[in-house]
């Protein structure tokens, strides 16, 4: 991998120092994750429904887009720290608001909202660091970033389950804004920022981030070989709607329990709110350990065809897990470390799916347009988890991801006959 032409002087310990912070400010920003943990004692002190105290994380999947879209441009026009420092802190003023107020739709406000936009604009301005710290290991920074951001939900959840039993859910959430403001507040300013603010230099070194990333995406690739059909025309081929469905389909599952696994846990098998938080932390396990390994296999044999494998398994485990286990806790958190694994699993898959897919030009386009999938998902699956019955709703899902395999593995064919008509060395697994 070639570094970036710009190469900034950074001192070592500072860049030491600055990811430790990254590390620090990616931990807590994933609350949102183990939002599970208050539903339903937020159900009983204010007498809120489930249904929509998790429109929460719902309106934090759709805050993806304005926020990449506004904090890009608010990092061009104000500088990276700015924007970072004003992120955590909104972020954890959020998160107090949420456990101040006595109203369902000011909660969703805030945690979905506000938390959901300062959360993004984090992870924006850490990138933007990432490329400017550490040209020559951005892949693997990056790597312990989204590792930080699997763990943040492991740690976060039993803590979180420990102090409801002590203290009140709106008690837990005041004092943890509190303590994201000062963490956030300390992480951002301790950062160090290569640029020194100077948004030309911050654009230009963004730009050689991109055309890296692209120069990566067709390394190694004959010319010939090169995915050359443009976003317009994926919207118009069935392969870009059949991996849309499938995404939706595959996840499903993995979307109902990021934020209904502890409500579930309590109401099908009568466990208390730390045994129901542990659960939690097992869907982050599993979480943690997809995106390692799945992504390790589509290299081994194509993102299509570990797709297919991963929704066609995935939906037989579940079928089994209602057939054999269905009334064993420990079979439920077992199925949830599986989950956490599917979910995590496809997130890393779809990427790739597109890289091999369509034309470099458009990577960014084409992700945008399928990340709108990831919001559906996000909408309806939390939904289902509270509005149909465990059984039946464990089986929809079931059915849901088998098809969603046979749906990619579908997607995987339309290419290689799109590819072969026009006479390209392209292909797909």
Not at 208 to 219: V, Y
Not at 329 to 350: R, S
Request: charged share 10%.
């Amino acid at each position: 991998m070639e570094a970036l032409n710009i190469q900034l002087e950074a001192p070592r310990g500072k860049k030491a120092l600055s990811l430790c912070m990254i590390i620090v400010m990616e931990l807590a920003v994933t609350s949102i994750y183990a939002l599970a943990v208050f539903v339903s004692t937020l159900q009983e002190a204010h007498g809120w429904s489930p249904n929509k105290i998790v429109m929460a994380y719902t309106v934090t999947m759709f805050c993806e887009f304005p926020s990449f879209i506004v904090g890009g441009w608010l990092m061009n026009k104000f500088g990276i720290k700015k924007v970072q420092v004003t992120s955590g802190v909104l972020y954890g003023a959020a998160i107090l608001i949420s456990g101040l107020t006595s109203s369902v739709a000011v909660f969703v406000v805030a945690q979905g909202v506000m938390a959901g936009l300062a959360m993004y604009g984090v992870y924006i301005c850490n990138v933007a660091l990432i490329n400017a710290l550490f040209p020559k290991n951005k892949g693997l920074v990056m790597g312990i970033m989204f590792g930080a951001q699997g763990i943040g939900s492991i740690i976060l959840a039993p803590i979180l389950a420990y102090s409801i039993q002590a203290f009140t859910a709106s008690i837990v959430l005041v004092a943890e804004g509190i303590i994201f403001i000062i963490v956030l507040f300390t992480a951002t300013m301790l950062v160090y920022d290569p640029t020194k603010g100077n948004r030309e230099l911050q654009a230009r070194i963004q730009k050689e981030a991109d055309e890296q990333e692209l120069a990566e995406a067709i390394a190694g690739k004959e010319a010939g070989a090169l995915p050359t059909m443009r976003w317009k025309r994926a919207l118009t081929h069935p392969a870009f709607w059949l991996i849309f469905i499938s995404i939706i389909a595959v996840q499903m599952i993995g979307n109902v329990l990021v934020t209904d696994i502890a409500v579930l846990a309590e109401a099908v098998y009568k466990v208390n709110e730390t045994d129901s938080a542990w659960v939690v932390s097992a869907f982050g396990v599993g979480a943690g350990l997809g995106g390692i390994i799945i992504g390790y296999i589509s290299d081994k044999i194509g993102p299509y065809k570990t797709t297919f494998l991963l929704g066609i398994i995935d939906g037989v485990l579940l079928l089994l897990f209602i057939l054999l286990g269905a009334e064993s806790f420990m079979a439920y958190a077992a199925i949830c470390i599986i989950q956490g694994f599917t979910y995590n699993g496809m997130t890393t898959l779809n990427p790739i799916m597109i890289t091999d897919s369509y034309s470099p030009k458009d990577l960014g386009t084409v992700l945008g347009l399928m990340g709108i999938s990831y919001a559906i998902v996000g909408a309806i699956g939390p939904q289902i988890g509270l509005s149909v019955p465990f059984v039946p709703m464990i089986i929809l899902c079931a059915v849901l991801s088998i098809i969603g395999g046979m749906l990619a593995k579908m997607a995987g064919r339309a290419l290689n006959k799109y590819y072969r008509a026009e006479g390209s060395k392209c292909a797909v697994r």
